[in-house]
């Protein structure tokens, strides 16, 4: 059986999902009224790397050895070091809500719905709430793709060697 879809009729019981640690969005909390609060969370705590880093890379996480090369090659072409690099789960890619707290230039490699201001094409680089955004094809493709390698260069010079 591939579905729950599939089984749905042999389970009379209500069934829950528990997210697994560190994908909870939310937390619920009593105040003092003992009224349930909702607290979002920080942002923040899903960055890793280097927090004060100038540009914040969101990708698939943990980046393989092969991926990592390829992105220390792609920063050091624009002359940003990888340890300048802050990185966020492109899964939490929604969580940009709060635009202040992140760094000036954001690069997206991969597909994400959760950002409803991008616009619908990649390599292009835009401003929003004074950042600086750049959508890339994934590091699976960039990897495999010198059409994308050369559409990502020529972006990546706009934006940082122009």
Known sequence: MDS??????LI???????PEAGDLKYEIAIDDRNENVV???????????NTSGHVLIIAELPL?????TLLSKI???????FDDLAFMKLSKAGLLGELDQFPKYILLFGDTNALDFLPPSKYEAFEFKSKTFLQSASLDVLENSVVD?????SALQT???A
């Open 12 to 18: 009379t019981e209500d069934i829950y999902i528990i």
């Open 39 to 49: 607290n979002e969370p920080d942002p923040k705590e899903y960055i890793s790397g």
């Open 149 to 153: 390698k050369k559409k990502l260069w």
């Open 75 to 81: 920063m050091a072409a624009v002359k940003i070091s």
């Open 64 to 68: 393989s050895e092969v991926h990592s």
């Open 4 to 9: 729950i879809e599939e089984i749905r009729h």
């Open 159 to 161: 934006i940082f060697l």
